[in-house]
Nanobody, 123 residues
Framework: QVQLVESGGGLVQPGGSLRLSCAAS????????VGWFRQAPGKERDIVAR????????YYADSVRGRFTISRDNAENTVYLQMNSLKPEDTAVYYC????????????????WGQGTQVTVSS
C-alpha cells in the first residue's frame, strides 16, 4: 500500500512559480513510477509529468514542457513538481499518483492517488 499527500498549492500571479510536493508512505514507494496529473473544472484529468522509479526517465505534457520540472528524492519518499512561468490555463487541482507500470500516462494506469492540491493562477 502507498499513501500519497500533496502540498504546495495556492494562488499565484501569471509568470510566477510554485513547487508542489507529494509525500508518500510505504516502504516500496521507491519502486513506483510517479505521475502528476491535473484536472480543471469541467475537464478530464490529464497527465502533466511522470518520473521513473530511479528518477532517470521523465515525461512531460507538451503544454508544460520547458516550464515544469519533476524530480524525486527516494530517501525522503517525496516527489516534487517545480512549476515556473505559470499561466492562467495551469489553474487546476493537481494530483500525484503512483503506478507499478513504467510508462503510464493514463489515469487508469495508476494504482494510488493523493487527495489533490489546488493551484490557481490569476492576477
Amino acid at each position: 500500500q502507498v499513501q500519497l499527500v500533496e502540498s504546495g498549492g495556492g494562488l499565484v500571479q501569471p509568470g510566477g512559480s510554485l513547487r508542489l510536493s507529494c509525500a508518500a508512505s510505504g516502504r516500496t514507494f521507491s519502486s513506483y513510477t510517479v505521475g502528476w496529473f491535473r484536472q480543471a473544472p469541467g475537464k478530464e484529468r490529464d497527465i502533466v509529468a511522470r518520473i521513473s522509479w530511479s528518477g532517470g526517465v521523465t515525461y512531460y505534457a507538451d503544454s508544460v514542457r520547458g516550464r515544469f520540472t519533476i524530480s524525486r528524492d527516494n530517501a525522503e519518499n517525496t516527489v516534487y513538481l517545480q512549476m515556473n512561468s505559470l499561466k492562467p490555463e495551469d489553474t487546476a487541482v493537481y494530483y500525484c499518483a503512483a503506478s507499478s507500470r513504467p510508462f503510464g500516462t493514463r489515469v487508469g494506469q495508476y494504482d494510488y492517488w493523493g487527495q489533490g492540491t489546488q493551484v490557481t493562477v490569476s492576477s
